[in-house]
Each structure stands twice: as structure tokens, then as C-alpha cells.
């Protein structure tokens, strides 16, 4: 499992993908986002047009630890993009629709991490290389209103369990990668 974190628009997605197309011809990716308004479908199409047309597409953001080992082929690397958006979307529908105001975080986020830990699982698990992207939203001020707070404070606490249990981590800058484990 390797791990690749930075910054909005530091080119991480391009940075795993080309590290995986060394390895592997064949590739499951898995994307996250989803479409919210028009430019969403646009940058959902942008990262669409930008990668191999071979490659598989799995699009949704729950359970992707029985994604990995039940929907991936055999010779096919993984490619998660984004842990983010992914931590972003299972809020939104663990929240039920109420107001950010009656989130109970530390619950929302037991079942988050239960989400993560089983993504580690299959990850480890897998033969072939999993690049999971990440951002890292750790490097700013901290947010003023409480729902960004908290998301930050889940966000990085995966990204922590992530980038323990990953075999290599890379930090992007720029569209520079560094190596940082």
C-alpha cells in the first residue's frame, strides 16, 4: 500500500497514476467523487480523460475494502482516489440530513474509521501495488466553523492510520514528489 498526500492541485492523482502505470498495465480505479453540480461533472470528466481508457472504473465511496477483494481482477493494480472525498461523502450520509450543529462526531467517526481500517486490511492484503490518495489538509489555519474542524480532525486522523500502515508515503509539492517514507 502506498500512500500519496498533499495539497489541492499538487498533482497527486497524476503522481500515483504514473507510479502505478510502471507496474501495472491493468488497473482498478476507484473514484470516489461524486457528481454535486456541473463543476463537479466537469472535474469528474477531467480526471476521466486523463487516464488510460483500459483501465477499470469504480465509482462510489462505501465498503471499497470488499471493492479491493471482491471487484479486482487479478493482475489489476488499485488506485483510490480520493481518501478525502471519500471521508467528505460517508459524513454526508452518515449525517442523515441534520444540521452539521447536531453531528455527533466522535460516532460519526468510529464508523469512518471502521470504513478505513477495513481499506487498510485489503490493501495490505492485496498482490498487487494499491495507491491511495490523500489530501493533506493539515497545514493551514484551523477553520473557523465546527464542520470543517471536525472534518479536518477525522481526515487526519485516517491519514495518520493510513501512512502507518502504508509501505511508502509520498508528499506532493508542487508536482514535485517527495518521498517521506
Known amino acids: 500500500m502506498i500512500l500519496v498526500t498533499g495539497g489541492a492541485r499538487s498533482g497527486k492523482s497524476t503522481y500515483a497514476e504514473r507510479l502505478l502505470a510502471k507496474q501495472c498495465e491493468q488497473v ?4 470516489t467523487a461524486q457528481v454535486t453540480d456541473e463543476e463537479m461533472a466537469a472535474r469528474i470528466e477531467r480526471h476521466k480523460q486523463g487516464r488510460p481508457a483500459h483501465w477499470r472504473t469504480w465509482e462510489g465511496h462505501q ?3 470488499s471493492v479491493i477483494r471482491q471487484h479486482r481482477q487479478p ?6 482516489e480520493c481518501v478525502t472525498t471519500l471521508i467528505a461523502n460517508l459524513l454526508f450520509d452518515l449525517s442523515g440530513g441534520r444540521s452539521p ?3 455527533d462526531f466522535a460516532s460519526l467517526e468510529i464508523v469512518i474509521h471502521h470504513q478505513i481500517d477495513d481499506l487498510i486490511d485489503a490493501s495490505l492484503l492485496c498482490p498487487m501495488p494499491v495507491y491511495l490518495v490523500t489530501n493533506e489538509l493539515g497545514m493551514g489555519i484551523t477553520p473557523e466553523n465546527r464542520l470543517a474542524r471536525h472534518f479536518v480532525d477525522i481526515a487526519g486522523r485516517a491519514n495518520q492510520k493510513l501512512a502507518q500502515a502504508a ?8 508536482g514535485i514528489g517527495v518521498k517521506i517514507k
Not at 493482475?75 to 483510490?80: A, F, K, M, R, S
Not at 509501505?167 to 508542487?174: G, N, Q
Open 101 to 103: 450543529d447536531d453531528f
Open 63 to 65: 465498503n471499497l475494502g
Open 75 to 80: 493482475q489489476e493494480g488499485v488506485i483510490l
Open 167 to 174: 509501505k511508502e508515503v509520498w508528499l506532493m509539492v508542487s
Open 28 to 31: 482498478l480505479y476507484i473514484a
